[in-house]
């Protein structure tokens, strides 16, 4: 006995002008994200600093692998005078030198010279397609500018840092898309199926979790042979990655198909004859979508972790090319350690990195969280 | 109860087979092995080689190589170590032991605070309590856990206050029970701040939440509609339901805690369970590697089956079945 | 009771509880008066949105952030409970004041047994032992039916069927013989059966203890079964309050009208469409200048949209917000049987 007046149908002209139920999902979503201002910021400084990567050539003045007798020299000053001692609005640069008695670099006197921007130097490709040879700036009359300083072997650890940011921005993200693109394909055909399929898989990846992340990362970054091309055990460390990782997210996956499979529109779906795997991509993944999106946010921070940690202990990338996690290797020396804080500069870039997905990633969630929707 | 235990612990041994077979796979699948990187001099002739592989029964093809290696696991004999000739078992147990007391006090201190922090910070939600939390737990699960190791071991130097990485201090021996005791926990600190606190951010965050999540449910409004103190509705009510998804987590976090004691453990010296995997890996010593993994692997479903059994102990949903 | 019987034991005036959300102010209760007389029953109608909920959930003064009562007073044998310290409220909440809910289903917490609430309850009220308030407690479930009840009384809330979880909240609202009892869509959860035992239920106890009720739904039916007095609810305000007879005989308000006409009836011409209320209840953000129903209503003249009609006196306890108090009996005017301005 249904006794409520329920309205059945909106007049033409009601007072009922709510704009939100016009607006798609994905509009509410940037409009309460929007709200976020640490997320936002997160954004902004992850749009700088993906910017900072395309562009690393350019900004770096050096190259990365020219070595220099200047080991371990600290940040270049940076003095408002020219070589007269003239005060001079121009940012100028001195010569530093060693006093090999102290084992301290000074800067010499008398040898500022002007630092130089746009200057022509060594050819590079942007994004490995359009040669160039401009750099952002430089020192002048041969006197280097380090504004970082210099690493172990002289070469400046500003442009390694600028290069290294390539690798440690990306491989983080190559990995997610694997990961992403796997786990949800698998955790997919497992909920939907069931059965021994389901079974297989969920067994196969019980085992890859039941082992300790980074032991397995260790074991199988630590297996590669160490004189391996560079760019191959790039890719290879992404594979990696992407293998310890995947098992997680499949679960998960599996479980919202499991319950995505028994609503009744995919009922109708299979009852219309519609074949299994578009049912899987067109029902069961998109409510798949959202959890795997969020989750793909959240677990990049997480593999730019494990990238620079496995840098650090030597097992990721390779010396000589730059990873803000094998930069840092140095660090573990002592007597760098306490004296030498500019080499620590990576492990600050990977945080900030780091602490922006996480800001934006945990906005994102929210934002998608239809309990704190208004 | 009892016959739920017995049945994960049954579980539990085809995943480790398992897990042993993906290990030895990985293992063979590398190129190089131990003895090649033994003997890389010029001085050991081929023939040499050829004795000390036989030796160690490495020429063997290897499906028969893992099935011997089981059947001597299935006995608790896991072999000896390739480099130090000295049986698997015994630096397991030594390392292990080492890995556990780092991670049980890193686990003490993570849960220690993030429970009431996490409390603190749902209840006073929005205010500069609630936002200072969550910068330190944003912080703390943002920052490389090697690179705050490296910051307490720059610390530790400069302040001289804590011993700068290790275990013992090199004359451990000839201290007495109780100085060798304040011996470990003077070096116990660091590594379980670097630790802890890396894990604290996370829970304390999944606590708030769970607490927020919880105070928006029937049963408190409920309960405080019969009248009940603000303090009791969320001590006796909120707290103890929102705990229960924390439970789950915290096999997870016994996981976390395992793995991210290997990056801190090779940072500061700390002679575990991780620190062995990566030197075994380093010199291909496989029968330590699957050893040590084996034994990462059993403590982490140990961990699981521990929370597990919390879980069923304290929900009464789960305890009597629907 | 030492109340002169024709003094209302809970009298609201002018209460007004708002939210602020950060889309705007929604003023879910806008200007309510409402009174009860011990031993009767005041229902208050209306469909989702209206605010009936909000006004329950105010009078308990367990309205939530951003929700908060900013004007009006709820005043209890005399006492205003809005000027009341927290403390004291929380004496009245659970003593004098009682509350059951929608959603039996998730009103226990389910780590507790059955028992838990009710010594709870008890204990806060009363300086019972344990033991003692354990067995009131098994009393107090014999009473609202539950069968064996010192043995349930041990039950967990995912034990007992949904009918049976309502009558324990009933149990636990009723165990400190509160003056008034609001309950807030009490059976809208459960069988139609169970639904028909449990107001019986709550009649029998309020006979016995002279309990006022505030019964809150959306259901006409049960408003015609159980109540003295009936109060329309429509976006946050009361638009007809009258005795239960004279709503459903002579209803002046075109709301209460539509409602009342929307009842599907076994004599309806068969074939024909059910009758229904045109449009939609307006955005809370965006409430319409004069009066809120005058969009959907089919009586609606020019002062409608410029002046707010206040709740004029028409009949003995009988009060109705509208300019044009319509006769129930009079033929629709044709050309606004759909709506519009």
New interface residues.
């Given amino acids: 006995m249904i006794v409520t007046a329920m309205p059945s149908n909106a007049a033409p002209n009601d007072t009922l002008e709510d704009d939100s139920l016009s607006e798609t999902p994905w509009q509410l979503t940037w409009r309460q994200l929007r709200k976020n201002r640490f997320a936002m910021a997160g954004g902004a400084v992850l749009i700088v600093l993906y910017t900072m990567a395309i562009l690393a050539n350019f900004l770096s003045p050096y190259p990365i692998t020219e070595r220099s007798d200047h080991v371990y020299q600290p940040p270049s000053a940076v003095v408002f005078h020219d070589d007269n001692g003239r005060f001079s609005m121009w940012p100028h640069t001195e010569r530093m030198a060693l006093n090999t008695q102290t084992q301290q670099y000074n800067s010499l006197s008398g040898s500022a010279v002007p630092l130089r921007l746009f200057v022509r130097g060594e050819p590079y490709r942007l994004l490995g397609l359009l040669p160039l040879n401009m750099h952002l700036f430089s020192g002048s009359g041969g006197v280097p500018f380090h504004i970082l300083g210099t690493d172990s072997d002289g070469r400046d650890v500003f442009s390694r840092l600028m290069v290294g940011s390539q690798i440690s921005l990306t491989i983080g993200i190559v990995a997610i898309s694997i990961t992403f693109t796997i786990g949800l394909l698998m955790g997919g055909i497992a909920g939907y199926y069931g059965g021994p399929v389901d079974n297989i898989l969920m ?1 196969i990846c ?3 979790m ?6 397995l990362l ?3 970054a ?4 160490p004189t391996l091309d560079p760019r191959l055990t790039f890719l290879l460390i992404i594979v990696i990655l992407s293998f310890v990782g995947w098992a997680g997210l499949a679960r998960v996956i599996r479980g919202i198909a499991l319950s995505t499979r028994e609503l009744e529109y995919v009922q109708a779906a299979r009852a219309l004859g519609v074949s299994d795997l578009t049912i899987i991509r067109r029902h069961v993944l998109p409510s798949a979508f959202t959890y795997a999106t969020v989750s793909a946010t959240l677990a990049i ?1 997480g593999y730019i ?1 494990a990238e ?2 496995l840098s ?2 030597g097992l990721g990338i390779k010396i000589p090319i730059p990873s803000w996690g094998n930069m ?1 290797t140095a ?2 020396n ?1 007597e760098v ?2 004296s030498k804080f500019w080499m ?1 500069a990576p ?1 600050v870039m ?2 900030v990195t ?2 922006a ?3 934006l990633g ?1 906005g994102l969630r929210d934002a998608l969280d239809p ?1 704190l929707r208004r | 109860m009892i016959r739920f235990i017995i049945k994960r612990l049954l579980t539990m041994i085809p ?1 480790l087979i ?2 042993s077979f ?2 030895f796979a ?2 063979q ?4 092995d131990y003895v090649l990187s033994l003997t890389s001099g010029d001085q050991f002739s081929e023939e040499l080689r050829r004795q000390i592989t036989h030796e160690f029964g490495l020429d063997k093809p290897w499906p028969i190589q893992y099935l011997l290696w089981l059947g001597n696991a299935l006995h608790l004999n896991f072999g000896m170590s390739l480099a130090t000739r000295q049986p698997v078992t015994s630096v397991l147990w030594e390392r292990m032991g080492n890995t556990m007391i780092l991670s049980l006090s890193s686990l003490a201190l993570a849960w220690g605070l993030a429970i009431p922090l996490g409390i603190l910070s749902a209840v006073k939600r929005n205010t500069w309590v609630d936002r200072l939390n969550s910068l330190f737990a ?2 703390w ?7 705050v190791a ?2 307490a ?2 610390f530790a ?2 302040s001289g206050l804590f011993p ?1 990485g290790g275990m013992h201090s090199a004359d451990v021996d000839l201290m007495t029970g109780p100085e060798q005791f304040v011996d470990l926990l003077r070096h116990l600190v660091l590594p379980t701040l670097v630790l802890g606190l890396g894990g604290c951010a996370g829970i304390m965050r999944q606590m708030r939440g769970s607490l927020l999540d919880t105070l ?4 408190i ?9 603000e303090r009791k509705v969320i001590v006796k ?1 909120a707290v ?2 929102a705990i229960n998804p924390l439970i789950t987590i915290f096999g997870f976090s016994l ?2 805690l ?3 004691a ?2 801190v453990e ?2 500061m010296a700390w002679p575990g ?2 620190r062995l ?2 030197e075994s ?2 010199s ?1 010593d496989i029968y330590m ?1 699957m050893g ?2 084996m034994l ?2 059993t ?3 140990l961990g699981n089956l521990f929370s597990d059994i919390l879980l069923a102990i ?4 789960i305890r ?1 079945g ?1 | 009771m030492a109340q002169a019987a024709t003094e209302p034991l809970l009298q609201v005036n002018g209460l007004r509880t708002h939210f602020f959300t950060d889309q705007g102010v929604v003023p879910a209760v806008d200007g309510v008066d409402l009174e009860i007389f011990a031993g009767k029953t005041l229902g208050v109608v209306g469909e989702s949105g209206c605010g009936k909920s909000v006004t329950g959930l105010s009078v ?1 003064r ?1 309205v ?1 952030p951003p929700g908060r009562i900013v004007e009006g007073e709820i005043l209890l044998r005399g006492e205003n409970l809005l000027s009341l310290s927290d403390r004291e409220m ?6 004098d004041l ?2 059951i ?1 929608q ?1 039996p289903m ?6 507790y ?1 059955v028992s838990d ?1 009710l010594i ?2 008890l204990q ?2 009363s300086k019972m032992t344990k033991k003692d308030a354990l067995a009131e407690g098994i009393r107090l479930l014999g009473a609202v039916g539950i069968p064996e009840p010192e043995r349930r009384i041990r039950s ?1 809330p ?2 007992l069927s949904g009918g049976m979880r309502q009558r324990v ?1 009933i149990a ?2 009723l165990s400190c013989k509160p003056a008034v009892l609001i309950a807030d869509e009490p059976t809208t959860a459960l069988d139609v059966t169970v639904q028909a035992q449990i107001l019986a239920l709550l009649r029998d106890l309020q006979r016995d203890s002279g309990t006022a009720l505030l019964l809150i739904t959306h259901n006409l039916g049960l408003v015609a079964e159980n109540c003295d007095t009936v109060a329309v609810m429509y976006a946050g305000k009361v638009v007809e309050r009258a005795p239960m007879r004279a709503i459903f005989r002579e209803p002046r308000h075109p709301y209460t009208q539509g409602l009342l006409r929307a009842v599907p009836r076994l004599d309806h011409p068969p074939k024909q469409p059910l009758p229904t209320i045109a449009g939609m209840v307006p955005n809370p953000l965006r409430l319409p200048s004069g009066c809120r129903f005058r969009a959907r209503c089919p009586w609606a003249i020019a002062k409608c949209a410029t002046e707010e009609p206040p709740l004029m006196d028409i009949g003995p306890g009988h009060v109705s917000a509208c300019w044009v108090q319509p006769d129930f009996e009079a033929p629709l005017p044709a050309a606004k049987k759909t709506g519009g301005a």
């Avoid at chain 1, 039941?210 to 032991?215: D, E, L, N, R, T």
């Avoid at chain 2, 409004?221 to 103190?229: D, M, N, V």
């Avoid at chain 2, 304290?314 to 949903?317: A, Q």
């Fill in positions: 067994r019980e085992v890859i039941s082992i300790p992340q980074f032991y260790i074991a199988l630590g297996l590669l042979p921070p972790l620079s940690g650090f202990l840092l660090a573990q002592l350690l306490t620590l492990g990977i945080f780091v602490l997905f996480n800001f945990d309990k | 995943l398992g897990i993906l290990c990985i293992l699948i590398s190129p190089g944003f912080t699960i943002s920052i490389p856990s090697f690179f490296l910051l071991l720059l130097q400069r700068v928006r449910d029937n049963y409004t409920a309960a405080r509609a019969r009248g009940l103190s009510h103890r339901n996981a976390g395992l793995s991210g290997a990056l090779n940072v369970l991780g995997i990566l890996v380093l291909k590697v040590a993994f990462g692997a403590m982490l479903m304290t929900d009464p949903r009597l629907k | 308990m367990l939530a929380r004496d009245r909440r659970g003593g009682g509350m809910f959603e998730t009103s226990l917490d389910p780590l047994p609430p709870e309850a806060a009220h967990y995912h034990q909240m636990v609202a």
